[in-house]
């Protein structure tokens, strides 16, 4: 009999256990639904607020020495130059690759009616229009860049929010402790501190890597002649950013763009010497640098892109990892939210 209490409350708290994990689910279900429903304005939002992050240790430093709107005037002409630069420059390799799509089709239309002819051979059916598909696919994937890099109003409409959410950060704490108790409002105003400080670290180390990274995948398709050897720099650097896989799609599409323009000896050179950088970079460089703050798996890092993409498109593609990571730290923060922290990434015990 003394064992009914115990055996009894069980499935009380079983239930209550379901119960909660079913309005987590039905709570997650209608946020993302809510960020769909208003994606013109909750994804500039979020662009907006992963930029103030970054930039404002800059804004603070320059608050001590100077006029608030001096200040403000300066970050924001700093971060117009910064998107300025990179902008082009991705323009520039979506232009390039633009005017060299015509040769890739064509090669990678021979190499598919010989591949075609042996499997044919072997009695295995073919789909004899897969090129044209892939041609029309990369037109399309090249399209959509060029109208994303010449979108001006949404480039508007996130430097307009940047600069509202910079004049007015430091009145935000004031307004936390005042919506909140004394002890609440200080433990968020600590945990959003921390969490960006830490997602400052990972932006800082993840983007000098990536620099790193396309600079010698330039460098070295240069010195062997690769075509589009720009591109493939500035391709390793955007793929830097997603951990793992995108070091091996960065390694391996030099390589293929080697085997069919310059032979098999050509593209395994391109492939070890790459492959050489990124085991390097991926398991010495960056691991020194970024310390034990934050690790995310590769399935995470690709359901991130995916699911983001899914939710803002093509911009939310973008800013996948970003989000995830700033997610990550900020629920690694509170005790009640650590779970998903350890979840979605490697975070260890800060406490």
Same mark, same amino acid.
């Given at each position: 009999?003394?064992?009914?209490?115990?055996?009894?409350?069980?499935?009380?708290?079983?239930?209550?256990?379901?119960? !909660?994990?079913?309005? #987590?689910?039905?709570?997650?279900?209608?946020?993302?639904?809510? %960020?769909?429903?208003?994606?013109?304005?909750?994804?500039?939002?979020?662009?907006?607020?992963?930029?103030?992050?970054?930039?404002?240790? &800059?804004?603070?430093? %320059?608050?001590?020495?100077?006029?608030?709107? @001096?200040? @403000?005037?300066?970050?924001?002409?700093?971060?117009?130059?910064? &998107?300025?630069?990179?902008? !082009?420059?991705? /323009?520039? !390799?979506?232009? $390039?690759?633009?005017? =060299?799509?015509?040769? +890739?089709?064509?090669?990678?239309?021979? /190499?598919? =009616?010989?591949?075609?002819?042996?499997?044919?051979?072997?009695?295995?059916?073919?789909?004899?229009?897969?090129?044209?598909?892939?041609?029309?696919?990369?037109?399309?994937?090249? !399209?959509?860049?060029?109208?994303? /890099?010449?979108?001006?109003?949404?480039?508007?409409?996130?430097?307009?929010?940047?600069?509202? &959410?910079?004049?007015?950060?430091?009145? +935000?704490?004031?307004?936390?402790?005042?919506?909140?108790?004394?002890?609440?409002?200080?433990?968020?105003?600590?945990?959003?501190?921390?969490?960006? $400080?830490? %997602?400052?670290? +990972?932006?800082?180390?993840?983007?000098?890597?990536?620099?790193?990274?396309? &600079?010698?995948?330039?460098?070295?398709?240069?010195?062997?002649?690769?075509?589009?050897?720009?591109?493939?720099?500035?391709?390793?650097?955007?793929?830097?950013?997603?951990?793992?896989?995108?070091?091996?799609?960065?390694?391996?599409?030099?390589?293929?763009? #080697?085997?069919?323009? =310059?032979?098999?000896?050509?593209?395994?050179?391109?492939?070890?010497?790459?492959?050489?950088?990124?085991?390097?970079?991926?398991?010495?460089?960056?691991?020194?640098? $970024?310390?034990?703050?934050?690790? /995310?798996?590769?399935?995470? #890092? @690709?359901?991130?892109?995916?699911?983001?993409?899914?939710?803002?498109?093509?911009?939310?593609?973008?800013?996948?990892?970003?989000?995830?990571?700033?997610?990550?730290?900020?629920?690694?923060?509170? =005790?009640?939210?650590?779970?998903?922290?350890?979840?979605?990434?490697?975070?260890?015990?800060?406490?």
């Amino acid at each position: 009999m003394a064992s009914e209490p115990s055996s009894s409350g069980q499935p009380g708290g079983s239930t209550r256990s379901a119960i !909660g994990i079913l309005l #987590a689910v039905i709570a997650t279900i209608l946020v993302v639904a809510a %960020l769909q429903a208003v994606r013109p304005v909750a994804m500039p939002l979020a662009f907006a607020v992963l930029i103030a992050i970054l930039v404002n240790p &800059l804004r603070h430093r %320059l608050n001590r020495s100077l006029p608030r709107w @001096l200040s @403000l005037t300066i970050v924001l002409l700093v971060i117009l130059v910064v &998107l300025g630069i990179l902008a !082009g420059l991705l /323009l520039l !390799g979506v232009e $390039q690759a633009g005017t =060299q799509l015509p040769q +890739y089709a064509e090669q990678l239309q021979q /190499l598919w =009616q010989r591949v075609s002819g042996w499997l044919q051979s072997q009695g295995l059916p073919v789909n004899t229009d897969g090129t044209q598909a892939w041609q029309g696919a990369l037109s399309q994937a090249i !399209g959509g860049l060029r109208s994303l /890099l010449g979108s001006f109003s949404l480039f508007v409409l996130i430097l307009s929010l940047l600069a509202l &959410l910079l004049l007015e950060v430091d009145d +935000y704490r004031d307004r936390t402790r005042a919506a909140f108790s004394t002890r609440t409002g200080d433990r968020l105003i600590d945990a959003f501190t921390s969490m960006s $400080q830490k %997602l400052r670290r +990972y932006f800082l180390v993840m983007t000098f890597t990536s620099t790193l990274t396309g &600079l010698l995948t330039l460098l070295w398709c240069w010195l062997l002649s690769i075509q589009l050897a720009v591109v493939w720099g500035l391709i390793a650097f955007v793929l830097n950013f997603v951990p793992t896989l995108g070091s091996i799609i960065a390694a391996l599409l030099p390589a293929i763009a #080697a085997l069919l323009f =310059q032979g098999p000896s050509k593209a395994a050179a391109v492939l070890v010497g790459l492959g050489v950088m990124q085991v390097i970079l991926g398991n010495f460089v960056d691991p020194k640098l $970024q310390g034990k703050y934050l690790k /995310l798996s590769p399935f995470i #890092a @690709l359901l991130s892109i995916v699911f983001w993409g899914w939710v803002w498109g093509i911009p939310g593609a973008f800013i996948g990892v970003p989000m995830t990571a700033a997610i990550i730290l900020l629920t690694s923060e509170f =005790q009640l939210t650590r779970p998903v922290a350890t979840m979605l990434g490697d975070m260890p015990d800060s406490r």
